[in-house]
C-alpha cells in the first residue's frame, strides 16, 4: 500500500529565481520528467513548423496550374514534412510520453539512465537543428537554401551526387543519423527500467498498459532504427567517400535502399501508434469509470502486432517489380496485422460498454480516435491488397491514409494525453472550453482534409506534385481538402492558447483530478523531483483504485 | 454488378479520364473487381463497428441524473475474446484468397507469341519508347493496337530508366509498375477499347515530377499498322527548311536529340523524327504548335523549371529557321 509519507513529504514552490538559472536548470537537467516535457515541447514547436510546411503545399494545390511555390520550393516543402512530423514531431511527442509517465506509473524515482536520457533528449534535439539549418545553409538568403528534396524516404539514385548535387541530402542523412542515436538511446533507457525499476509489488503482468506498450515500443525503435542508421551511414559513405551501395550508375541497387529504408518505415508506424494505443488505453478506463476490458489480450495484442509488423514492410514495394509469391507472403502478413489491430479496438469499445463515459476533452479525443483508426484501418486492408495497391501506391488515396494513421490516430491521442496529465505536469486544470473549440475545430479540419483527400487518389492524382492538369477532376477535392486545413490550424491555435492561458491562469488541479487509478496520480502535481517520498508498492494493475475501494480491490478479481 | 458500377462511375460525364473505376483492360478489370469485394467487405465492417462505437458513446455516457457510484467493473471475457479474434481471421483468410488469385493472374499472365513489345525507358522528365524488331522510337505518346476479344494483342511494355526512379501508371489499362535503374520490369495490357488513356508518372523523380504525363493511343489494327509504318520511315528534308536544319545540326541540339538519317543521333532527350506526328511536347504538358514549339526552343524553364533542356540562346531569326525545320519533320 502507499504510505502517507509519499503523499505529504512536498514542498512548497519556491519563490522566483534568474531566468538564467531556470534556463541553465533546464539545458542541463537529468531528471525524466523536464527531459519528457522538454520532448513535448520540442514536438509540439516543429508540430507547427510542419504544420506551415503543409499548408504552403495545400495553398499551391488548391486549384490547377496554380503558382504559389516554385517545384523546387514545394518539393523541399514535402520532404521537410515528413521528416520532420515522422522524426521531429512524433517521434520525440511519444518518446517525451514514455519519459515523463513510465517512471511515475512503475514507482521508480527516474529512468534507469538519466544521463543517457538527457544525451539522447539533446541527439534528437540537435538532429532537428541541423537539419533545419539546411534552410539557411548553400543560397539560403535569397531562397529555401539547401533544404533537401529528394522525399521523405529518399529513393536512390536521386539521392545520389549526380542527381543531388550539393549538401541537401547530406543534411537529410546526417540529422538522421543524429537523431537516430537519440532514439535508440532512449529505446535502450526505457527498456532498462521497465525491467529495473519497476516498484515493490508490481509484477509485469500488473504494470499500467502504458508501461507495457512503451517498452513494446521501446523494443521495436531498436529493430527499427538500426537499419535506418544503417542505411544512412552507407548513403554518407556514397555520397562523401564514393562507396556504391545505392549508386545505380556503377553498379548499385535502388532497391536495396527500399528494402533498408521500409524495414525502418513500417515498423515506425507502429513505433508511433503504439504509444498512441498506450494513451487511449490509460485515458479510455478512466472516462468511461472502468477496469480496461481484457488487459492480458491488450498486451498480447501489443506484442502480436511488433512482432508481425518486422516482417510487412516490403507492402510499400508492391509496385518495384517483386514476383508474385513475394507479393503475396507480404499480403497475407500485413492483412494478418488486422487481427491483433482489431482485438484491440473491441476491448476499448468493450471498456466503454456499460460504462459512465465522461466525455471531458481526453475522452473526446480518444473517440474520435476510435472512429478514425477504424477508418484507418479499413483503408489499410485495402493497401494491403496488392492488386488494389498498383493503382493506389503514391497515389492521394495513401496519402490519406497515413494521415488518417498518424494525424487522426497517433495526433489525437497525443492531444488526449497532453489534456489528460496536462494537470499533473503543471498542477493547473486546462480550460474545458477552449479544449472542446480545439477539438471540435480540429475534428472538422481534420475531415474536411482527410476525408476528401482520398478521393484524388482514386481519380488517378500521385502524391508529391507540385502542380497538376486541369480536367482530371481533381480540383474541387483539391480545394476541399485545403479549406479544412485553416480549421484545423484554427484548432491548434486554441490549443496553444489553452496551453499558455491554463499555465498562467489555470485553476489548482490536486493530485488526482480525475479519480484516476495509476501511481502518478497518487503524488504531488507536478510531482517532486523525486516523484515519490518513498517507494509505492502495489498489489493490483490499479493501486489507487485498491486504495479508494477497500471493500472490493482489484487484486481479489486479478 | 461490376459492370453496373462502372456505368455509374464512368456513365455520362464520368468522373476523370485517369479514374481507377473505369477499367477498359483486362488487368485493371480484375484489379477493379478486386477492389470492388475489398470495398464491399470493408464497407460492411466499417457499419457494424463504426455502429457499435457510436451506440457505445452514446448508449453508455454519464447521465446529469447520475448517483456518482462506479459503474460494474468487468475485467474481460475469454469467450468474447475469442469471437472477435476468429471472425477477422476467417474475413482475413477470404480476402488473402481472392487477393492472390488476382496477383497471380495478373503478374504471372502467360505471354501470348503475337504480343507487342515496347521498351518503355523513364528520363527525367519525360518517356521514351522503343518498338521492339522497328527502328521506331517515339517519345511521350505511346501507340498501341486495340485487343479485340476475338483475336487479342495485348502489349507488353519492357520498364527501363535511364536516370532516377519512375513509375508508369495509366489508371484505366492497369495498375502501375515502377521504372528502376538497374532493375528492368516489365507490365502489360490488352485495352478492349480504341481512344486516348491519361495517366502520369507516379514516382518521385526530381523536380518536374508533376509534369512527367503519360498518353497512351489505342488504334484499330489498320491503323496502328499505318501508324508504325510511317514511323520507320526516316525523317521528311524539304529544301525551304534546309537553313533550320542546318542551325539545328551545327548547335547543341543534336547532342541529345536524334532525326533519323541525319547526323542528329543524341539519346538523352526525345527522338525528333516524327515530331509533328505527336499531339502534345514537353511530355504531354503543351499543345504540340510552331508557337509553342518556338517558345519552348527559347527557354523550356518558362513551362518546366527544372527540365534538363537548356534555353538555347537563339537569335529571333535562328529560332524561326530551326521552328520551321522542326514543323517540317512529320
Known amino acids: ?558 | 454488378m461490376s459492370s453496373l458500377i462502372i456505368g455509374v462511375l464512368a456513365g455520362p460525364v464520368p468522373l476523370s479520364p485517369t479514374q481507377i473505376f473505369a477499367p477498359a483492360s483486362t488487368p485493371a478489370r480484375s484489379i477493379f473487381e478486386l477492389s470492388i469485394l475489398v470495398l464491399l467487405i470493408s464497407a460492411a465492417i466499417f457499419v457494424v463497428v463504426f455502429g457499435l462505437l457510436a451506440y457505445a458513446a452514446l448508449k453508455f455516457r454519464r447521465r446529469k441524473s447520475d448517483d456518482g457510484r462506479e459503474p460494474p467493473q468487468i475485467y474481460g471475457s475469454l469467450q468474447i475474446e475469442l469471437a472477435w479474434t476468429i471472425t477477422p481471421v476467417i474475413i482475413v483468410l477470404v480476402l488473402f484468397l481472392a487477393t492472390a488469385r488476382v496477383v497471380y493472374a495478373v503478374q504471372d499472365h502467360p505471354r501470348p507469341r503475337n504480343a507487342l513489345e515496347v521498351t518503355a525507358i523513364g528520363h527525367q522528365f519525360w518517356w521514351e519508347y522503343r518498338y521492339a524488331g522497328t527502328n521506331v522510337v517515339t517519345a511521350n505518346e505511346l501507340h498501341i493496337p486495340v485487343s479485340e476479344a476475338a483475336s487479342p494483342r495485348p502489349t507488353y511494355l519492357k520498364l527501363l530508366s535511364a536516370d532516377t526512379d519512375h513509375s508508369f501508371w495509366v489508371p484505366r489499362l492497369g495498375g502501375k509498375t515502377d521504372l528502376i535503374p538497374n532493375f528492368p520490369n516489365e507490365t502489360w495490357f490488352d485495352p478492349q477499347e480504341t481512344g486516348l488513356f491519361l495517366g502520369q508518372c507516379a514516382q518521385y523523380c526530381g523536380t518536374q515530377h508533376a509534369k512527367m504525363l503519360l498518353r497512351v493511343y489505342v488504334h484499330t489494327r489498320e491503323e496502328f499498322e499505318r501508324w508504325l509504318a510511317e514511323q520507320s520511315k526516316p525523317a521528311a528534308a524539304a529544301d525551304e527548311v534546309a537553313q533550320g536544319r542546318r542551325i539545328f545540326e551545327r548547335t547543341s541540339c543534336i547532342n541529345c536529340h536524334t532525326v533519323a538519317g541525319t547526323p542528329a543521333n543524341g539519346r538523352f532527350g526525345p527522338d525528333l523524327t516524327h515530331l509533328m506526328s505527336r499531339d502534345t511536347i514537353g511530355a504531354g504538358i503543351l499543345p504540340n504548335t510552331p508557337e509553342n514549339l518556338s517558345r519552348w526552343i527559347r527557354d523550356p524553364a518558362v513551362f518546366k523549371p527544372g527540365s534538363l533542356m537548356p534555353a538555347m540562346g537563339m537569335s529571333d531569326a535562328e529560332l524561326e529557321a530551326v521552328t520551321a525545320y522542326m514543323a517540317s519533320l512529320r
Open chain 1, 1 to 558: 500500500m502507499l504510505s502517507s509519507d509519499a503523499l505529504t513529504l512536498t514542498k512548497a514552490p519556491t519563490a522566483r529565481r534568474p531566468f538564467a538559472d531556470v534556463l541553465q536548470e533546464w539545458l542541463t537537467t537529468v531528471d525524466h520528467k523536464r527531459l519528457g516535457l522538454l520532448y513535448i515541447a520540442y514536438g509540439l514547436f516543429f508540430l507547427v513548423v510542419g504544420g506551415v510546411e503543409a499548408t504552403v503545399m495545400r495553398i499551391q494545390l488548391v486549384r490547377a496550374h496554380n503558382d504559389f511555390v516554385s517545384p523546387q520550393a514545394f518539393n523541399q516543402m514535402f520532404t521537410m514534412h515528413g521528416t520532420t512530423m515522422i522524426f521531429f514531431v512524433a517521434m520525440p511527442l511519444v518518446f517525451g510520453f514514455a519519459n515523463y509517465l513510465v517512471p511515475l506509473m512503475i514507482g521508480a524515482r527516474d529512468m534507469a539512465f538519466p544521463r543517457l536520457n538527457a544525451f539522447s533528449f539533446w541527439m534528437t534535439a540537435f538532429g532537428g537543428l541541423f537539419l533545419y539549418f539546411s534552410f539557411v545553409g548553400g543560397y539560403g538568403l535569397y531562397g529555401m537554401g539547401t533544404a533537401p528534396d529528394a522525399g521523405w524516404f529518399a529513393y536512390a539514385p536521386l539521392t545520389a551526387k549526380t542527381f543531388s548535387p550539393g549538401q541537401s541530402i547530406d543534411y537529410w542523412a546526417i540529422a538522421l543519423l543524429i537523431s537516430g542515436f537519440g532514439s535508440i538511446g532512449t529505446a535502450i533507457n526505457i527498456i532498462a527500467t521497465v525491467f529495473c525499476m519497476r516498484c515493490p509489488g508490481m509484477t509485469l503482468g500488473k504494470m499500467p498498459l502504458l508501461a507495457w506498450l512503451s517498452l513494446t515500443m521501446a523494443v521495436l525503435v531498436i529493430l527499427a532504427v538500426s537499419p535506418l542508421t544503417a542505411a544512412q551511414i552507407m548513403l554518407v559513405l556514397d555520397r562523401f567517400l564514393g562507396a556504391h551501395f545505392f549508386d545505380t550508375q556503377a553498379g548499385g541497387s535502388a532497391v536495396v535502399w527500399m528494402h533498408f529504408f521500409w524495414v525502418f518505415g513500417h515498423p515506425e508506424v507502429y513505433v508511433l501508434v503504439i504509444p498512441a494505443f498506450a494513451i487511449a488505453s490509460e485515458v479510455i478506463p478512466v472516462f468511461s469509470r472502468k477496469a480496461i476490458f481484457g488487459y492480458p489480450v491488450m498486451v498480447a495484442a501489443t506484442v502480436a502486432i511488433a512482432f508481425i509488423s518486422m516482417s510487412v514492410w516490403a507492402h510499400h514495394m508492391f509496385t518495384v517489380g517483386m514476383t508474385s509469391t513475394a507479393n503475396n507472403f507480404f499480403v497475407l502478413t500485413t492483412m494478418a496485422i488486422a487481427v491483433p489491430t482489431g482485438i484491440k479496438i473491441f476491448n476499448w469499445l468493450a471498456t466503454m460498454w456499460g460504462g459512465k463515459i465522461q466525455f471531458k476533452a481526453p475522452m473526446l479525443f480518444c473517440t474520435a480516435f476510435l472512429f478514425q483508426f477504424l477508418i484507418a484501418g479499413l483503408t489499410g486492408v485495402m493497401n494491403a491488397s496488392a492488386p488494389f495497391t498498383w493503382h493506389l501506391a503514391n497515389s492521394y488515396f495513401v496519402v490519406a491514409h497515413f494521415h488518417y494513421v498518424i494525424l487522426g490516430a497517433i495526433i489525437f491521442c497525443i492531444f488526449a494525453g497532453i489534456y489528460y496529465w496536462f494537470p499533473k505536469a503543471s498542477g493547473r486544470m486546462y480550460s474545458e472550453k477552449l479544449a472542446r473549440w480545439h477539438f471540435w475545430l480540429f475534428l472538422i479540419g481534420f475531415h474536411l482534409t482527410f476525408d476528401f483527400m482520398h478521393i484524388p487518389g482514386l481519380l488517378g492524382m500521385p502524391r508529391r506534385i507540385y502542380t497538376y492538369e486541369p480536367g482530371r477532376g481533381w480540383d474541387v477535392w483539391n480545394l476541399i481538402v485545403t479549406v479544412g486545413v485553416f480549421f484545423q490550424a484554427a484548432g491548434i491555435l486554441f490549443f496553444v492558447a489553452n496551453l499558455i492561458w491554463s499555465y498562467l491562469r489555470g485553476r489548482s488541479a490536486g493530485r488526482d483530478p480525475w479519480d484516476a487509478w495509476t501511481l502518478e496520480w497518487s503524488t504531488t502535481s507536478p510531482p517532486p523531483e523525486y516523484n515519490f517520498a518513498s517507494l509505492p508498492s502495489v498489489k493490483s494493475r490499479r493501486p489507487l483504485w485498491d486504495l479508494k475501494h477497500p471493500e472490493d480491490p482489484d487484486w481479489q478479481y486479478e
